[in-house]
Structure formats: C-alpha cells, structure tokens
DNA sequence: CATGAATGAGTGTTCATTCAT
DNA sequence: TATGAATGAACACTCATTCAT
C-alpha cells in the first residue's frame, strides 16, 4: 500500500518534470532523455512507471487537466450561476505563470492529439469535462433568472470555450499583447452580453473593457 | 540548354504536399521522407528548392497565409466597413475543407512557432498582417457610423482575433462540434455587438444566436 | 544492477578499432558505420561514448599521442642526454608496424586538423609536449658537456622535430624505400652532428649509416 | 586548335580554383559544388573538362608539382652543383604564400594518396621526379669535388627529402614556428654538412644557425 | 558546349525501446 | 526496483553523378 503512494507520487514527480521540459524545449524536445535528465534518474525507470512514451505524455496531459479541474472545483465553492462560471472560467485562462504553462502545454499537444487515437479519445474525454462543467453553470444561471433573454445554451456555451482556446492561443503566441487584465476584459464583456438587463444601463461593470485584476 | 522547369510552380507543388502530409500525418510526420514521397520524387530534389526542411515549413506556413490573404483581398472588394469586416472574417474561419486544412497547418505550427526563431518571426510577422487588417476595417466602420457606442479598437480587434484562434482550434480538434453554420453564428453574434443600435433589440436578432444544425 | 561494463576499456576498444580503419580506409572513410562494424557492435553505441565524431577522432588521435609518449618515458627510464634523446626518438620514429600505424594515423589528422578548431588546439597541444621534451633532453645533454659547440637550443630542436615529420610522411607515402634502418641511420647522422669532437673526424663516423634493427 | 587552346586555358582555370577552395576549406571542402561555385560556372560543366571527381583532384595535384618543377628549372638555370642544388631546394620549401599553399595542398593529399591507386600512382611518379632531380645535382656535386668526402648519394638525398617533407608538415601545421629564415638555416646547414672542407672551420657561413633571407 | 534538374547512396546524429544485470 | 548498455530505425542533410534539354 505505502509503495503505491510511493510509485502515485514518483509518477506525478515526472509528470511535473514533462511539464518543465515542454515548457522549455518544446513538445518536440520532450524526449525521453531529457525527461528522466530532468527528473534525475536513469531512462529505463520511466518505464517502469509507464507504458511507453505516449502514456508519460497523455498522462501529462491529463494531469494538466486534472489540476485545472481541481482549481475550478476549488473556486467555485459557494458560488452559483453567472458568479461561479466567472470564477471557473478565470481559472481557465492563461492568467499568470502557472496558468500560461497549462496552455503552452495544452496548445503543444494540440498539434499531435489528432495523430494519436488514444491521445484524441483522451482530449475529447477532457473537452466534454470542461463543456459539461460550462454548461450546467450556465444553465443554473438561466434557472436563477440572470440571463436576459431566452437564449441557445449550447451557443453560449460554445462562445466561453472558443474564448478559452482563443485566449490561450493568443497568450502563448504574443504573451505580450495578451495581458491578465486584457483576458479577464474579454471575459467579463462575454459575460455582461448574458446579463444584460433589460435596461441596458444596468450595473454591469463588466460590459464595457474595463482592467479587471 | 537544360531542362526548363518553373521554379516557382515546382515550390508550389512541394509545398502544397507538405500541406497534405501536415494534415494527414501531422507536423511531427511531415518528414523530408514523406513529403518528397507526396510529391513524387526523390528525397534530394527538395534541397534544389528550398533551403533545409525549416525553409521548406516556414514557406508553407508563409504560402498559407498569403492565399488566406489574397481571398481576403479578393472577398472584400467593394466592400466597407462592417459588411466587409464580416466577408474578410469568413475566410479567415475554417467554413470548408480548405479553410479546414489551413487551419490544421496554423495550429500545428503553433506548437513549434516558440521554438524557432525564424519561425517565430514569421508568425509574429504574418499575425501583425491580420491585426492591422481588421484593425483597419474596425475604424472604417467607425469612421462610417456604422458602430454604436465608443468603443475601444484594439479590444474589438482582440475580440476578431481570439474568435478566430479559437474557433480554428475547435474546429480542428473536434470537427463535429463547430459545423460552418455555428461558426458563422457566432461570428455574427460578435458583429452584432457592435452594430447593436440604440435600441438593444434591432433588426440584429435575425443574425442573432439562433439554433443552427 | 546494469551490466557492468568497463567504460574505458570500451573506449579504448572503440579507438583502437578507429585506428585499424583509419589505416585501412584512410581518415575519409573512417565513417560512424565503419567503426562500429570494425568493433562489430551497432552504430548508436558509439554515441554512449563519445560525444559525437569528433570527440572520437579526437580521442583517437590522442591516445596515440598517449602511447607514444608512455612508450618515450618508458624507453628513457636510466638515461641521460643524448643517449636518452636517442632512445626517445626512436619511439618517435616508424620503425615497425605499430608505429607505422601511428605515423599513417598522424599524417591522416595532418589535412584536418587544420580546420577544426577542436583539432587544431589538440594538434598545437600535444606538439608542445613533444618540443618541450625533445628540448630538455638537449639541454640536459649540454648541461653535460655531451655537445661540441655553442649551439641554438631551438635550432636543434627544430632539427630533430622536422626529422621525425619529414620521416613518418616519407615512411607513409612510400614504405619500401624508408626501412627501419634508413631511418636510424638519418637520425644517428643528426645526433653524430652534435656529438662532433673538436676532430671533426671522430668515433662518429662509425654512427653514421649504419644498419639498425 | 583554339579550342584546344581554350581548353587548357579552362582546365588551369579550374584546377586553381580548387587549390583555392582546399587552401580556404580544407581538401574535405573541396567538393564539386564549391569548385564550381569557385569558378563561376555550373556544377555539370567539371565533367566536360575531367572525368570525375579524383581526376581533377589529381590533376590539381600535379599542376602544383608542375609549377614548383617549373620553378626549379628556372631557378637552377646557369648554376650547378651544391648551388643549384640550393636554388631548387628553395622553390620547395614553403618560403611565402604561394609555396605555403602549395605545401598545404600537399599535405591534404597525403590523408588521401594511400587510399586510391590513381592518386597513389601519380604521387610516386612525382616524387620520383623529385628524387631524380636531388640526386642528380648532388652527383653533378660529387663530380665537382664540391663535398668533402665519400658519401651514400642515396642517403643524402633522403636527407633532402626528409628536409621538404618535414618542413612542410611543420609549416603548413604550425606556422608561426617555422619563419622563412628558420627554413632556410635548416637547408643551409644540411648542405653545410656536405660541403665541410678539411679544414673544420671553412668559410661555411651556413653551417651554423643564422638568420637567412 | 553548357545547364541545372534529378537521383540515390551515404553522412552524422537522435530517438524510443529492450534487456541482462 | 533500478540501471545503463545495446539496438535498429528514422532523421535531415550532403554529395558525386547522370541526363534531357
């Protein structure tokens, strides 16, 4: 029982060390040599604790994930509707160092998940976490009467996620266009056109650019 | 006198393979190998065309870029404004199999982009290009009084830019989920934002999110 | 535990084997594949101990230099002067096949080494230790009174180090007409010129060419 | 005729080119593609002019012994005996820049000479010429009663031999140790060796190091 | 005569993987 | 459990050569 923590905790240590060298060289220069390099142990170990090179990297993947996940789950405690879907989606964007190394991570993979089958089944897997997740918040929203209008939830569930991707491309690519405030801007307009009252003068800060954080 | 070959026709047709390899194979399968394979000739020849194999991807990225460009040019002549703001973001949205394939190309490079510099270079180089374009047609619609309120222009153009990164990515990744129809919505969503006339509730909600597929 | 393997007894096997091909092919085809079938083992398990190609060469251009001076020390061990200089040169010298080997392996690294930079210092490395050598003995052999004259140390030196060049290039190019005995016999003329007696007709001449070995 | 002419013309023209790129990169730099990039013209029109690769190594080879052949016959004109035999040692040493040249084309021969049987032929041929020349002029010195008493022609054309070899090795490798005067001190003082009058102390200025030239 | 497109073998190197220890 | 030696394939690239024009 103890060596399973153990072999958890080993996993997870070079899982982290993927991450930093993906973060430094490149998904192509995440090599099986550079990795155990970066753990500090031999080559062959790796493959005690994986399958093979594919399952490190998939597995690094869904760490990723998983750490995401976490972090919305976090956030949102106590919160509903359109507060908990900010606070959720705020944990998805690229907002600081951590965060920019999720999506530089996420972003390297994206040219290679659609070779893999067993890496695609994987992103797809993860996606339909995240959708679901969006979704329901924004359907609990709709319950707790703070959208304004009847509304498509899977369109406006499609407008979060392609804002999600669309920023994390863009902070990856030009770090320096896309700063925190510009980010949380973006998102805090996407979500004042749900809100929007019927008056339009509401007290939606949120609507116009504003620097948030 | 030796064989005349058009140089330039001959580049084209290499890289219009590496194009093909790209989205069958992904960018870590497109090989010298494969790519002089999809082409039809020996592996050598591609070294009388282009440079090394970082010449060879940079110019397929640069090519893909210019005939995104030039269907831009062409698709908004005679146009201003919003209405051609709105024909220069449908070529730049992955609405068919070609516009799919140069979206597989862009987000396959993005993973390498960082690395390279010279790629890096070009990237950063060719998204100016795009920024400035829309930017300019942004302040076309402004200075034609198209546009409601005072806005912030480089907000709206990240606006333009972060729905195209993120519907390309996706569109690639999960193909299904973003069939043209909803691409165009949502792209119609954004537009209807900014021409939101005084009455919130205008002749837009036409164009609004509506149910598509 | 791993397999044990004696890390420098590999390398030395490596070079050794690097040494029979350079003989045998010349130092252009002294080719990754060439050694590795000379040692009969696969190609990449040159790269476990070496660096890359030229770390081998290097290395095997060194050792030679190595053994030759190990073979010098030893063969000087209870001599002084000129005797010892003596001795010393004839390690230098390609009297048999071993150091036909060495003098073939020389004149190899002769065309590159002046390229590269790596080479070049190792080239002007160890021909210092062999000026240095060669000089100390000489002067240990004033020092004893062993010289006839006021002499140039580095004149001297210069003499002797051209003999040993002049020597292994002739003895390379064209075997059969530099013969062990040849080559003594040109050597004791050199060291008979220093030895002169103030009669200029000596116990010298008996020095001079004569069979040896 | 003219052709012919123009053809030879052509043949130098390339062949200096090639001394040209072996002197700047090596002789494992001296490929087809930068000799032809050397002369100025394509890749396909060497063929025209040499049957492949080694004849024009090998003639470039033998225009540099050609031209320092040439060179002796003009230097030795109206001399005779040990002076002669001076003048022409002279145009073998590598003296200046041109001589240097021709000792680093030399020297990147010898790592290739053993290795292909036209090379090697063609380097025995010239350096039998090479010897023929020396012993000639040192017999036509012993027929003069220029050297002072018997002596193995043979070997003392070896010693000759032994001079140009191994100070073109020690030029071509170290350059800055090996002045023109030091050369010519070497040269003097081997012939000094030969022309020792009886008397000990004769008017042989060469005979001890002295800066010459 | 001359060109340059085209070929295919060969280069050094890197890689993921296996396996005996 | 852990090591690192060993493998063999694949990589980008260079080269001498051929040949139709």
Same mark, same amino acid.
């Given at each position: ?5 153990? !072999?958890?905790?080993?996993?997870? +240590?070079?899982?982290? /060390? !993927? ?9 192509? *220069? ?15 170990? =790796? ?16 760490? $990723? ?15 509903? *509707? =359109? ?18 190394? +999720?999506?530089? #991570?996420? #972003? ?7 070779? !893999? ?16 997740? %969006?979704?329901?918040? %924004? ?7 703070? &959208? ?8 406006? !569930? ?10 994390? /491309?863009?902070?990856? &690519? ?10 949380? /801007?973006? %998102?805090?307009?996407?979500?004042? $056109?749900? $809100? ?18």
């Amino acid at each position: 029982m103890p060596k399973i923590v153990d !072999t958890d905790a080993k996993r997870d +240590e070079i899982l982290a /060390a !993927t991450w930093r060298v993906i973060a430094r060289d490149g998904i192509a *220069g995440a090599t099986i040599r550079a990795i155990a390099s970066e753990v500090g142990c031999s080559r062959g170990i =790796l493959a005690h604790y994986f399958d093979d090179k594919a399952d490190i990297m998939g597995s690094a993947l869904l760490l $990723s994930h998983r750490r995401v996940g976490a972090r919305m789950d976090k956030a949102a405690i106590g919160m509903r *509707g =359109l507060a908990a879907l900010r606070s959720v989606m705020l944990e998805a964007l690229p907002l600081d160092a951590e965060r920019d190394l +999720e999506a530089q #991570i996420e #972003i390297s993979f994206w040219g290679r998940a659609l070779r !893999t089958s067993k890496l695609r089944d994987l992103q797809h897997q993860e996606f339909e976490r995240l959708w679901t997740r %969006l979704r329901q918040l %924004l359907r609990q929203a709709a319950d707790l009467g703070e &959208l304004a209008e009847p509304f498509d939830l899977d369109f406006a !569930t499609h407008q979060f996620v392609v804002l999600i991707d669309g920023l994390s /491309a863009q902070r990856v &690519l030009y770090p320096d266009r896309v700063p925190a405030d510009r980010q949380v /801007a973006l %998102l805090d307009r996407l979500l004042g $056109s749900f $809100s929007a009252a019927p008056s339009d003068s509401g007290p939606e800060p949120a609507r116009s650019p504003r620097p948030a954080r």
